[in-house]
């Protein structure tokens, strides 16, 4: 479904040196969070609207 894009989310309870060992993990792609992958609003818009939903 439409050209994907990477998400990362933090928890604003991880200290500094989690935050930055996350965002390592990540950008090797071992990611310690779960990836989500999310449209862009242009792709959404599209989605919704060949669904009748917009």
């Known amino acids: 479904m ?3 894009k990477s998400v990362m989310v933090f928890d ?3 200290s500094q040196t ?3 060992r996350k965002w390592i993990e990540w950008n090797q792609h071992k990611s310690a969070v779960q990836d989500k992958a999310v449209p862009t609003a242009e792709e ?3 989605y919704l609207q060949e669904r009748g939903l917009a």
């Open 12 to 14: 604003p309870n991880d």
């Open 44 to 46: 959404t818009r599209r």
């Open 2 to 4: 439409f050209g994907m």
């Open 18 to 20: 989690e935050t930055e």
